[in-house]
């Protein structure tokens, strides 16, 4: 039904696309669309009230996404009336690639001063990852490295000092703290959602594979080495039970039933409020590679999303005016990072003086500060969830119950993934 629906959006956007008149009124303003989110409310709400009383450019008035299934569904239903916002937040990468092959958004590296803001917020290496058939119709607002927590006091009593790095690492933990069905070494897949990939099979992959895509120009390519490597691992975690994809608890972390768990940033201030003493032990590393790579920050998923600039706009220079004040302005990110707890996508946050006190205040923030760099959002495709759902019955599963070899379990995957992508 969605993807129907989906279709005739489309379909009508394409055809709406040439409307709209040009006329401007003296009052109209320009308007942004964000996040139906309490914090980045207060952000973009402070932030639109400085511009406005700036006198720097058209006036700008801030909305959240009209209520729908989705924020996706808003806006594309949004595009196809042709009543889309001049600029709207909140756009994954893969909705993105949706509305660049839509024809609705604008290539902002062709409005002046693009480049000098990336070079000013030091993202070259991040902007790479963002482009979508060549173009960079997406700018990142958020980074959120995906990494793993470590129970510090739990490695202690095992005599293991610092973090797990490798697969080897953890096997040699795992097999010192597992209890079969009481306690494992890590929890190593997430739960049977399409979007638990985000936080096992993928970051994984980009670890071992030093940040390639797993699907690129060519269709999928993760039955390689790299996609073997990280399988590889999640087999042997499960079949040692050193992990299991049944876990009861949903603290199973805190509760030291197992020693390490994927996180995010976002669950930095849960574990505070409900388990402070624990939270003084916990440490936080990098996601694991093969045995005898030796890579300082390794690569892993960024849970990451940008803004767009529409094609509808009729002020599109206007827009990017804003967009362009609001990026360049050091302390719009800090005041960023502070209301909302997500780092900025930037490459300078662990450099930059004005973010220094932030994260000595907050080592286990600045943890993720500093791979903000390496953080690589999903695949550029439209079709995330179906991908992802492939992932999850022909890849995970199989290995889950033994039905499948992991050569058979990847080329299985690869084959109904690019049935999806093409």
């Known amino acids: 039904m969605k993807k129907i629906f989906y279709i005739l959006m489309a379909l ?5 696309s040439g409307c709209g008149g040009s006329k401007v009124s003296g009052d109209e303003k320009l308007q942004l669309w964000i996040a139906p989110n309490q914090t980045q409310e207060e952000f973009w709400s402070e932030v639109v009230t400085e511009w406005n009383k700036s006198g720097n450019g058209m006036q700008v008035e801030v909305k959240t996404i009209p209520a729908a299934g989705s924020s996706e569904e808003a806006i594309m239903s949004a595009v196809a009336s042709n009543t889309a916002p001049d600029i709207s937040t909140n756009i994954f990468t893969g909705f993105g690639t949706q509305l660049v092959n839509l024809g609705v958004v604008k290539d902002l590296k062709e409005f002046d001063g693009f ?18 058939n060549g173009k960079n119709p997406l700018f990142p607002i958020y980074s959120n490295p995906t990494l793993i927590w470590w129970r510090g006091d739990l490695l202690e009593e095992l005599g293991f000092e610092g973090v797990p790095r490798t697969y080897e690492d953890l096997y040699k933990i795992s097999k010192a703290y597992s209890v079969p069905r009481k306690q494992y070494g890590m929890k190593v897949i997430g739960n049977k959602n399409w979007w638990s990939r985000w936080s096992d099979f993928i970051p994984y992959y980009y670890a071992a594979s030093n940040g390639q895509q797993y699907i690129d120009e060519n269709g999928a390519s993760y039955n390689d080495e790299f996609g073997k490597a990280a399988l590889e691992f999640i087999k042997t975690m499960l079949e040692n039970e050193w992990s299991t994809a049944n876990f009861d608890s949903q603290q199973i972390f805190f509760n030291g039933i197992v020693l390490g768990e994927t996180k995010g940033a976002w669950d930095l201030a849960y574990g505070r409020t409900q388990y402070p003493e624990i939270m003084k032990s916990v440490k936080i590393g990098p996601m694991l590679v093969p045995a005898g790579m030796e890579v300082e920050k390794p690569y892993t998923l960024a849970d990451a999303k940008g803004l ?13 005016k804003f967009v362009k004040w609001v990026f360049e ?5 800090k005041l960023w990072l502070e209301k909302t707890g997500m780092a900025p996508a930037r490459g300078d946050l662990s450099e930059n003086p004005i973010f220094i006190d932030f994260y000595k205040a907050d080592p286990l923030a600045g943890e993720y500060a500093k791979y903000v760099e390496v953080g690589i959002p999903s695949a550029m495709e439209t079709e995330t969830i179906e991908i992802q759902q492939r992932m999850l019955n022909e890849m995970i599963e199989p290995i889950i119950f033994k039905t499948k070899t992991i050569e058979e379990a990847l080329n299985d995957a690869v084959k109904e993934t690019n049935k999806v992508i093409r």
Do not use: C, G, Q
Request: aromatic share 8%; charged share 35%.
């Open 329 to 333: 302005k050091d302390e719009l990110s």
């Open 308 to 320: 767009v600039i529409f094609e509808s706009s009729k002020h599109p220079e206007e827009a990017w």
């Open 12 to 16: 009508t956007a394409l055809m709406l």
């Open 115 to 132: 480049d000098e803001l990336i070079a000013e917020r030091k993202m070259e290496n991040i902007i790479k990852n963002w482009e979508i």
